[in-house]
């Protein structure tokens, strides 16, 4: 790896559903290699979710899903992303 170049992180993706279930997958990301920017308007519009697995692909529809969280974020987020923020109190996610 050259020395300017960024370590991959392990990203965790935790999936409620409005069941109250969850899923949760993790991902090496490499925070230069996509938009994240772009890649969330995307998604968003599809109204779906497609996460691969290597031997499954899982299509979940947004209508199903509560909320979604990556840890650690991402980078590069949308303009409308409200940032540096600290959680106070929660109520159950």
Same mark, same amino acid.
């Given at each position: ?26 991902? &090496? !990301?490499?925070?230069? $290699? ?11 519009? *599809? #109204? @779906? ?15 199903? &899903? !509560?909320?979604?969280? $990556? ?11 409200? *940032? #540096? @923020? ?8």
């Amino acid at each position: 790896m050259g020395r300017h170049m960024k370590k991959p992180t392990t990203a965790k993706l935790t999936v409620r559903y409005m069941d109250g279930t969850e899923e949760t997958y993790n991902r &090496v !990301r490499e925070d230069h $290699v996509f938009n994240t920017a772009a890649l969330i308007d995307e998604v968003v519009k *599809t #109204n @779906a979710l497609l996460i691969e697995t290597g031997d499954r692909l899982a299509v979940i529809p947004f209508h199903n &899903v !509560r909320s979604i969280e $990556v840890s650690p974020p991402p980078t590069d987020l949308p303009r409308y992303a409200i *940032t #540096n @923020a600290r959680e106070v109190s929660s109520a159950g996610r």
